[in-house]
């Protein structure tokens, strides 16, 4: 592996393919599996970097794509790089900027070069290729960066999605060439939409490169949730068990628990801190609306088991309040809480694998049609 890097799989699942495995990266470890927080612009959403690691959170993911549009990446590189710029000394990862850039569906213009889009911040015209993405990536500076890749839409035709795929491989190989530096590991990204035997051909492809890790993206792009189990479960054995396998995008109880069963040890997602912005909160796997009438005097935390700042503090009826008066301290506390929720749905699976009581202490997650309970 890269140097500063290492993964080990320290102990596994019999009854599914579930591991528990510590991954070593230039500033920590990651104990696997684990939940990512989303920190998009260098910042997670409305808390500090010393609240988020207060939470549990071990590694953050940053995106390419809006931090190159704002504030640039020399600008980051100019403030001691992306750890020192957002005051975060634990492991990072970087997308590749392809999912953001596809979604822009009207906007851009996809070739073999690349991808030239219109910038949604200031109108001018960017052209993003793949030695242009791990360019950036490089002056970033995170510890884990990702190859550019073409993120086929959900519908897509299978001659679109098989293009998509083909183009993904190639692009890998540029960026390959392209990474100029030993301290940051690249990820490939497997690709092919709902067609297992894409998936399963780009598995093979991508290994020939002996990469530091493999992700699995193009999920939960609009595809139901038995499609997404579906693909995760034949993609995720298909990639080499001693590295990192990373599921881009996913952050639901069930989705994270079903992914784990498949054999991943990373995902990321906006879920907690976007659903604290709308006041929902994340308790034993439910979602909690706190602007409900039944909060408004409900003195209770919002978990009494919970360790998090915002349960240790505060009432279900404050932060109610809080949302009722539109106070921003309501999204911080709600964001605090439901990180340290998913990171330890994470950690208590991960205790599980280690003590051998997976599959029987979460087969209420891993039912086919399980769905979140709203209260």
């Given at each position: 592996m890269t140097a500063n890097f290492s993964f080990e799989c320290i102990a596994s699942c019999n009854q599914t393919k579930a591991r528990a495995g510590v991954f070593q990266t230039p500033h920590g470890i990651v104990e696997t599996p684990r939940f990512m927080p989303v920190g998009t612009l260098a910042n997670v959403k409305t808390i500090t970097p010393a609240q988020l690691k207060d939470t549990g959170a071990q590694m953050v993911l940053s995106n390419t794509y809006h931090l190159h549009l704002q504030p640039g990446e020399d600008i980051v590189a100019g403030g001691g790089g992306l750890h020192k710029f957002m005051g975060w000394n634990g492991p990072m990862l970087t997308d590749s900027g392809g999912f953001q850039v596809f979604s822009l569906s009207e906007m851009r213009k996809i070739t073999e070069e690349g991808v030239t889009f219109r910038s949604p911040r200031d109108g001018r015209i960017i052209n993003l290729t793949p030695e242009r993405s791990i360019a950036i990536q490089n002056t970033l500076g995170a510890d884990v960066i990702m190859a550019f890749d073409e993120c086929p839409p959900y519908p897509a035709t299978r001659t679109e999605v098989e293009a998509a795929t083909s183009r993904t491989f190639r692009w890998l190989e540029r960026c390959v060439t392209a990474h100029q530096r030993q301290d940051q590991a690249l990820f490939g990204i497997v690709q092919g939409g709902v067609y297992l035997d894409l998936r399963a051909k780009a598995a093979e492809d991508l290994k020939q490169f002996n990469l530091p890790?493999?992700?699995?993206?193009?999920?939960?792009?609009?595809?139901?949730?038995?499609?997404?189990?579906?693909?995760?479960?034949?993609?995720?054995?298909?990639?080499?068990?001693?590295?990192?396998?990373?599921?881009?995008?996913?952050?639901?109880?069930?989705?994270?628990?079903?992914?784990?069963?498949?054999?991943?040890?990373?995902?990321?997602?906006?879920?907690?801190?976007?659903?604290?912005?709308?006041?929902?909160?994340?308790?034993?796997?439910?979602?909690?609306?706190?602007?409900?009438?039944?909060?408004?005097?409900?003195?209770?935390?919002?978990?009494?088991?919970?360790?998090?700042?915002?349960?240790?503090?505060?009432?279900?009826?404050?932060?109610?309040?809080?949302?009722?008066?539109?106070?921003?301290?309501?999204?911080?506390?709600?964001?605090?809480?439901?990180?340290?929720?998913?990171?330890?749905?994470?950690?208590?699976?991960?205790?599980?694998?280690?003590?051998?009581?997976?599959?029987?202490?979460?087969?209420?997650?891993?039912?086919?049609?399980?769905?979140?309970?709203?209260?």
């Open positions: 890790g493999y992700a699995i993206g193009g999920v939960s792009v609009g595809e139901p949730p038995e499609l997404i189990a579906q693909i995760v479960e034949t993609t995720a054995p298909l990639l080499p068990f001693d590295k990192p396998r990373y599921l881009m995008g996913v952050g639901t109880y069930r989705e994270i628990a079903m992914a784990i069963a498949s054999g991943i040890d990373l995902f990321d997602c906006v879920i907690p801190t976007r659903w604290a912005r709308h006041g929902t909160a994340m308790v034993q796997g439910e979602r909690w609306n706190l602007k409900n009438a039944k909060f408004r005097a409900d003195f209770a935390p919002l978990d009494e088991t919970c360790p998090c700042y915002t349960c240790q503090n505060f009432s279900r009826a404050y932060i109610s309040h809080l949302l009722r008066s539109q106070e921003i301290l309501a999204y911080t506390l709600l964001s605090i809480h439901n990180i340290t929720e998913l990171i330890r749905f994470t950690q208590k699976i991960r205790a599980a694998i280690l003590q051998g009581t997976f599959a029987s202490d979460f087969a209420h997650w891993l039912e086919p049609g399980k769905v979140q309970e709203e209260k």
